[in-house]
C-alpha cells in the first residue's frame, strides 16, 4: 500500500497518519482540556501504540489503567482485532513469555508467567515488545509504551485514542466497487477482492468468503470482524 492510512483523534478529530498521530497525541489541545477537569481521585495510566509487527496499515492508540493486567489487554485485542475461534495467545516482554495458562513452557524454551499481572508491575514508559494471536496462523502484534501519565480516574479500564480508519479495497472482478469478501482461496495468492455482485459468481465458492473488515487478521482462520468495535472509529469531541 503506497499510502499511510489516517486515523482520527478522539478528542479534536483531526486525522494523521501512525507516526504523527504519535507526535499529537501527547499535545492535542482538546485532550488537555479534559485532563484540566478537576477534583477526585487519581489514577496512571499507560498509552498504548499497537500495530502489526510487519505492517503499519493497522493501528491503535489506547490509553489503559495501570491497574489493569496483560489479560485485559489480551482480551480487548481479542475483542476489537483477533478473535476467530479461541487461539491461545502470549505476550512476550523482555523476554519472559505472559499466557493464559503459564507452566507448559516447552514452546519457545523461555520462562512463563501468568497474564494475570498488573501492567504496571511489568511496564515501562518507552518499552516495546511483542504478543502474538493464534500459534498456527499467528497474528503477530508490536506494543509500545509510548507514555505514561497520573490523570483523573474514569470507570473505562481501556480507551481507544486513535484507530486507523477502515482501509478500501477495490473488488478485482469489477474494478469498479469496493471490496466486501476476500476469498481464501485467492488470497494466498496475493489477491481475492470482490465486491457483493462479484462474490456472487466467484468461481471459489461462498464457503472461501470471509468479509472484509478493519483488522490485520482480516482472511485469516475464519476471522469475521468484531460485533463489539465497529470498523469506523467515531471521535467523541
Ligand atoms: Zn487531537
Ligand atoms: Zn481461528
Ligand atoms: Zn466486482
Ligand atoms: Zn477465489
Redesign the pocket.
Known amino acids: 500500500m503506497a499510502k499511510r492510512t489516517k486515523g482520527k483523534c478522539k478528542y479534536c478529530g483531526k486525522e494523521y497518519t501512525f507516526s504523527y498521530m504519535n507526535k499529537h497525541l501527547p499535545v492535542c489541545e482538546e485532550r488537555q482540556k479534559r485532563w484540566e477537569e478537576a477534583g477526585g481521585k487519581t489514577c496512571g495510566y499507560f498509552e498504548l501504540a499497537i500495530c502489526p509487527k510487519y505492517n503499519r496499515d493497522y493501528w491503535l492508540f489506547l490509553e489503559i489503567k495501570e491497574t489493569a493486567t496483560l489479560k485485559d489487554v489480551d482480551q480487548f485485542l481479542r475483542d476489537i482485532w483477533l478473535e476467530c475461534c479461541g487461539h491461545l495467545s502470549e505476550f512476550d516482554i523482555d523476554g519472559i513469555r505472559y499466557d493464559v495458562a503459564p507452566g507448559d513452557d516447552f514452546f519457545w524454551g523461555k520462562p512463563t508467567k501468568t497474564m494475570d499481572c498488573k501492567l504496571k508491575s511489568v511496564l515501562e514508559k518507552g518499552m516495546t515488545f511483542d504478543y502474538r494471536y493464534d500459534f498456527g496462523s499467528t497474528t503477530e502484534l508490536m506494543i509500545t509504551v509510548v507514555n505514561y501519565r497520573i490523570g483523573k480516574l474514569r470507570k473505562e479500564k481501556v480507551v481507544i485514542l486513535s484507530r486507523n480508519n477502515p482501509i478500501e479495497f ?8 469496493s ?1 466486501v469478501y476476500i476469498c481464501t482461496e485467492c488470497y494466498y495468492e496475493g489477491s481475492g ?7 456472487k459468481t466467484h468461481e471459489c465458492g461462498e464457503e472461501m468468503l470471509l468479509p472484509v473488515c478493519n483488522s490485520p487478521r482480516m482472511g485469516v482462520c475464519g476471522y469475521c470482524g468484531s460485533d463489539i468495535y465497529p470498523d469506523q472509529f467515531v471521535p467523541d469531541k
Request: charged letters at 30%; proline letters at 0%; aromatic letters at 6%.
Open positions: 477495490m473488488c478485482e472482478e469489477c474494478g469498479r466497487k471490496a477482492w470482490l465486491c457483493g455482485d462479484c462474490a
